[in-house]
């Protein structure tokens, strides 16, 4: 099946400095990615859309400065959390769909992000 | 506005007993239903799509349109489906995706 490969998949930083997420879809093109935030023992909660070749498209509530996504090819998307907080710290993970399976989303394995 | 209920948040069923996850959804339109499923240290995956009939392990789901459900069932649960669960309709809006609050089912043995 199709693989998405998410990285890193853990990282740890000082506050203050800003950490970038990649997303890749390894065998299929990504037309459509998402970036979602999971806290422990909570849902997914989605935080923004990204097409490719365009501004991605935030939830509500979330700030687009501080969580920059980049979608610039069919097979990488990437979140940049920027002057990051400890509040930040969180489980984030990307998702991806493409031309494989329709509507059927293929996951990253997930980002643990701990800011100090 | 467009959303997926999943009233539960804990399950705790023995094994060999049915399981029922419980998702409504409140669209316009005859969506696509899918549900995910996420085990202990591992990625989210699809347990379930509505159209295709997909299904791993078991599980079934029904999209009833009167009731706006889609319920998840298996009628023996097993210890390997201590997971958590995520009712997720299909694309709508500007291509968006977004899960509901998901269940934590833990199968006791």
């Known amino acids: 099946g199709a693989v998405v490969s998410q990285h890193p998949s853990w990282v740890i930083c000082k506050s203050g400095t800003s950490v970038k997420i990649e997303c890749r879809s390894l065998?299929?093109?990504?037309?459509?990615m998402f970036w979602y935030r999971q806290f422990p023992k909570q849902s997914l909660m989605l935080m923004a859309t990204s097409n490719e070749g365009s501004k991605a498209t935030y939830e509500q509530g979330v700030e687009k400065d501080k969580f920059l996504i980049n979608h610039a090819s069919l097979t990488l998307s990437t979140l940049t959390v920027t002057s990051a907080h400890p509040e930040d710290s969180s489980f984030y993970i990307c998702s991806a769909r493409g031309d494989r399976g329709g509507e059927k989303l293929f996951f990253g394995s997930g980002t643990q992000l701990s800011v100090l | 506005a467009q959303r997926v209920t999943q009233p539960e948040k804990l399950l705790s069923v023995f094994k060999g007993a049915p399981v029922e996850l419980k998702c409504n959804y409140s669209?316009?339109?005859?969506?696509?239903l899918f549900w995910y499923v996420q085990y202990s240290r591992q990625r989210l995956q699809l347990l379930l799509r509505?159209?295709s009939r997909e299904s791993i392990k078991g599980f079934t789901a029904d999209l009833n349109k009167g009731e706006t459900s889609f319920h998840l069932k298996k009628p023996f649960a097993q210890e390997e489906d201590s997971a958590m669960y995520y009712c997720?309709?299909?694309?709508?809006?500007?291509?968006?995706?977004?899960f509901g609050k998901g269940n934590q089912v833990v199968v006791i043995p």
């Open positions: 997720a309709p299909g694309f709508y809006g500007n291509n968006r995706l977004a």
């Open positions: 669209y316009s339109g005859s969506p696509e």
């Open positions: 065998d299929f093109q990504a037309t459509t």
């Open positions: 509505h159209i």
